[in-house]
């Protein structure tokens, strides 16, 4: 285990709020905490801007791991042997924890693989509760896990699926949101942040807004973008489900959470059967589990869990508010940098330009570059970034216009010096295919 993990001044900067300055040397030291860092590629420092897609992990976490694997592996929830007993607890101490790190109840945390499937179980669970009458709302800057979900819900039910429209600022059109979003309407399904435009949505405005039009209606968040950046209180955002993956927030793949409020999630219908979710079978018929053991079949992702416990603990010594910041410090920079790019080197940025609604996620194009060919090449100077669509590709293709973009994003172990890296590097590239010189 790394021991900077344990070092007193990290647990007291948890409720101290800091400075620019001492966020930058303080985040500057946590980075010795993700062993992934120290190594080259391509004979250059590693620069990883790939946050969007998934982050790095810490040792703690890594150590979690090796350490359930070698020392107590075993099933939870079945055995009464000194190895299962303590796997439970290990296990099920992590709901609590979650529930913690979100403000809320225990039993109101589903344990899923991802959001993906934690969309879907939603969906799933309300399949035979829509009918032809109803309509669910979504927005145009969704993943597509959080649209081809309601697009099948729609196709299955009947029910007429409608979008957000979003405008050339990259913000949601709250003005279309009101005529869209009506007394019909059964589910608003939206991202906190796109996780190609960066956009921070008003996320509880439109759960008011939907509220005030239908009290009935269910809100659910893809809070994929957001829970790993900023404090979460779902209590104060007044949701009905939300939803998100532990490996986009420094813990491990394969394992994610979907919070729901307790009426919400009774009204869902469990729709994976098996192992655990059952209290009891008979030839003819079987008896449910309570909730949320209704909705976790099977063997369960036991060691991936319980090092996600890890994580949420590190996070939390971190201090939540303290990420949020910093990530705001990064994003301010790199926006000072994106006026001057636009201006004389050919590029085009996607998504706010005001640090009150923009997160460190930034997509954009270079003229007469394609997005491979960017990723590519700033993988030569060590920098790693995302080329394509994002799965997001009705927003890229139909509302940005264009096939692919390139997509650097931040977390907290990015420094303001591989900002600074980065540009020149994206200044080279501009610069050298104007000039044709760029060789494959």
């Known amino acids: 285990m790394n021991n900077n993990y344990k070092e007193k001044n990290i647990f007291l900067y948890m409720n101290k709020k800091m400075s620019g300055d001492q966020l930058i040397k303080y985040f500057k030291k946590i980075r010795k905490d993700f062993p992934i860092l120290n190594q080259k590629v391509n004979n250059k420092n590693l620069v990883y801007t790939d946050n969007g897609a998934t982050t790095q992990k810490p040792q703690i976490m890594i150590d979690?791991?090796?350490?359930?694997?070698?020392?107590?592996?075993?099933?939870?929830?079945?055995?009464?042997?000194?190895?299962?007993?303590?796997?439970?607890?290990e296990y099920e101490s992590v709901r609590k924890k979650v529930a913690n790190f979100?403000?809320?109840?225990?039993?109101?945390?589903?344990?899923?693989?991802?959001?993906?499937?934690g969309l879907n179980l939603i969906a799933n669970g309300l399949s035979g509760k829509l009918t032809h009458f109803d309509e669910i709302v979504t927005t145009q800057m969704e993943h597509h896990a959080n649209l081809v979900t309601w697009q099948q819900l729609a196709k299955k039910t009947g029910a007429k699926l409608k979008f957000i429209n979003v405008l050339e600022t990259g913000e949601l059109d709250l003005e279309h949101a009101k005529k869209v979003i009506n007394k019909n309407t059964k589910i608003v399904s939206l991202t906190h942040i796109s996780n190609v435009l960066g956009t921070i949505n008003p996320v509880k405005k439109i759960i008011q807004l939907a509220k005030s039009k239908n009290e009935n209606c269910l809100t659910i968040i893809d809070g994929a973008q957001s829970i790993g950046?900023?404090?979460?209180?779902?209590?104060?955002?007044?949701?009905?489900?939300?939803?998100?993956?532990?490996?986009?927030?420094?813990?491990?793949?394969?394992?994610?959470?979907?919070?729901?409020?307790?009426?919400?999630?009774?009204?869902?219908?469990?729709?994976?059967?098996?192992?655990?979710?059952?209290?009891?079978?008979?030839?003819e018929k079987s008896s449910f589990n309570k909730i949320p053991y209704c909705f976790e079949a099977g063997t369960p992702n036991i060691a991936d869990t319980i090092a996600f416990g890890k994580t949420i603990d590190y996070l939390t010594n971190i201090g939540m508010k303290?990420?949020?910041?910093?990530?705001?410090?990064?994003?301010?920079?790199?926006?000072?940098?994106?006026?001057?790019?636009?201006?004389?080197?050919?590029?085009?940025?996607?998504?706010?330009?005001?640090?009150?609604k923009k997160s460190g996620v930034f997509s954009f194009t270079i003229d007469g570059v394609h997005s491979h060919d960017i990723s590519t090449i700033l993988d030569r100077s060590g920098?790693?970034?995302?080329?394509?669509h994002h799965c997001a590709m009705p927003l890229t293709n139909n509302v940005l216009g264009v096939v692919a973009t390139s997509r650097i994003s931040f977390y907290f172990y990015n420094t303001l010096s591989e900002i600074d890296y980065i540009i020149k590097c994206l200044k080279q590239i501009k610069k050298e295919f104007d000039k044709g010189e760029f060789l494959f």
């Open 64 to 89: 979690s791991l090796v350490e359930y694997y070698t020392t107590y592996n075993s099933n939870v929830h079945r055995g009464l042997h000194t190895l299962s007993e303590k796997a439970t607890n």
């Open 102 to 117: 979100i403000n809320s109840k225990t039993e109101e945390i589903i344990f899923t693989t991802g959001t993906t499937q």
């Open 229 to 283: 950046h900023m404090p979460i209180d779902v209590k104060k955002l007044d949701c009905d489900f939300f939803v998100f993956s532990a490996h986009k927030m420094c813990g491990p793949t394969g394992i994610g959470i979907v919070y729901g409020k307790f009426d919400s999630l009774k009204k869902l219908t469990p729709s994976t059967f098996g192992g655990d979710m059952i209290l009891e079978v008979e030839f």
């Open 322 to 356: 303290n990420v949020e910041n910093y990530d705001k410090i990064l994003t301010k920079y790199f926006l000072s940098q994106v006026k001057e790019l636009e201006k004389n080197h050919g590029f085009t940025f996607y998504g706010p330009k005001s640090i009150s």
């Open 383 to 388: 920098i790693a970034v995302r080329g394509g």
